[in-house]
């Protein structure tokens, strides 16, 4: 598996308005994951884009994929207080049991 | 939420002592993996499990060792606890290897070495 560079590292925005995280990543990868951590708790899984798709939503998630760029973003649409947390993508190549890796993330803040 | 429980959730000690960190899962998924996460450093794979008695090193599997004699249990054992290994523990499981099975994690176990 490989890692994955979120960007920003840290966004803070104001309740309702939308949020855009990026994440680059180095070599062809089969799908990549999207995950949140909210303070204190162990990380959840948001979805998951395979490397043939290029967009995939999840109520107000929208992941986009650009495999040319080796780039995926994550947009949160109408963001809540409840957003706020780490988000970190995993890209995956595939093929093996050990597990993902895991870059610093992105802590998006919300403010009220 | 996926049925992962680590325990204990906070631990201190003292330098040069044995711990032994508990994740205990009730999914009966196969795949078992220990994290450890740093400021600064995100996420690094430490050891995993792929069956009872199967186990494999991660990225940073140096002072720690790990034990899976029953599906539901996968044990992280620090043999001599360093300051270094003070951090947060993670503990997730995965139904299949198949890259396109989610993981899922539990809260979490905080460590500090003194």
């Known amino acids: 598996s490989q890692q994955g560079e979120e960007d920003p590292q840290a966004l803070s925005i104001q309740e309702g308005e939308n949020a855009t995280m990026n994440c680059s990543y180095k070599?062809?990868?089969?799908?990549l994951q999207w995950y949140r951590q909210n303070s204190g708790r162990g990380l959840v899984h948001l979805i998951l884009i395979r490397s043939n798709e290029r967009e995939k939503h999840s109520g107000r998630l929208r992941v986009t994929l650009d495999t040319s760029k080796k780039s995926s973003s994550l947009l949160i649409t109408a963001s809540r207080a409840a957003d706020t947390a780490s988000y970190f993508c995993?890209?995956?190549?595939?093929?093996?049991?050990?597990?993902?890796?895991f870059g610093k993330g992105t802590h998006l803040i919300i403010q009220p | 939420d996926a049925g992962i429980t680590q325990s204990p959730r906070h631990k201190v000690t003292e330098t040069g002592t044995p711990v032994t960190l508990r994740c205990h899962q009730t999914?009966?998924?196969?795949?078992m993996y220990w994290y450890r996460q740093d400021p600064g450093h995100g996420l690094r794979l430490i050891h995993y499990?792929?069956?009872?008695?199967?186990?494999d090193k991660g990225e940073v599997s140096d002072g720690y060792s790990v034990s899976r004699s029953k599906t539901e249990d996968f044990l992280l054992t620090l043999e001599s606890a360093t300051s270094s290994q003070t951090s947060v523990y993670f503990c997730?499981?995965?139904?299949?290897?198949?890259?396109?099975?989610?993981?899922?994690f539990g809260d979490g176990t905080r460590l500090s070495i003194l």
């Open positions: 995993a890209p995956n190549s595939g093929g093996g049991a050990d597990g993902l890796t």
């Open positions: 999914e009966n998924h196969r795949y």
């Open positions: 997730a499981i995965s139904e299949w290897w198949q890259s396109n099975q989610p993981q899922h």
């Open positions: 070599t062809s990868i089969n799908n």
């Open positions: 499990s792929y069956g009872v008695k199967d186990t």
